[in-house]
Nanobody, 127 residues
């Protein structure tokens, strides 16, 4: 199995930027697609972005398209979520997640398709 650990959260002003990292260990990172999700208080966990195993294909939720960029470095075993033009409604706990090894579900918006999850990192956007 693969272990995922997010970092990079914090408090940022509206309009600002933040970069989240997702460090992977335990298995060959490039064998896993990667998804980013977020969950705000009282709301369901929602898909933010996904990236395939090679990093050549990405997919975004409409709410973040044009503002967020997902990437990965398979040498460093790390995934990234660059968030620009942040809004107060982006405030949430952000999670990285991976489906089963070699899965093609890199763009699935359904949390149930991901079996490995990090512990989450809080992002708070102040207005």
């Amino acid at each position: 199995q693969v272990q995922l650990v997010e970092s990079g959260g914090g408090v940022v002003q509206a309009g600002g930027s933040q970069r989240l990292s997702c460090a992977a260990s335990g298995r060959i990172f490039s064998n896993f697609a990667l998804g980013w999700f977020r969950q705000a208080p009282g709301k369901e966990r929602e898909f933010v972005a996904g990236i395939n195993r090679s990093g050549g294909s990405t997919y975004y939720a409409d709410s973040v398209t044009g503002r967020f960029t997902v990437s990965r470095d398979n040498v460093k075993n790390t995934g990234y979520l660059q968030m620009n033009s942040l809004k107060p409604e982006d405030t949430a706990v952000y999670y990285c997640a991976a489906p089963r090894e070699y899965s093609s579900l890199w763009s699935s918006p359904r949390p149930k398709d991901y079996i490995y999850w990090g512990q989450g990192t809080q992002v708070t956007v102040s207005s």
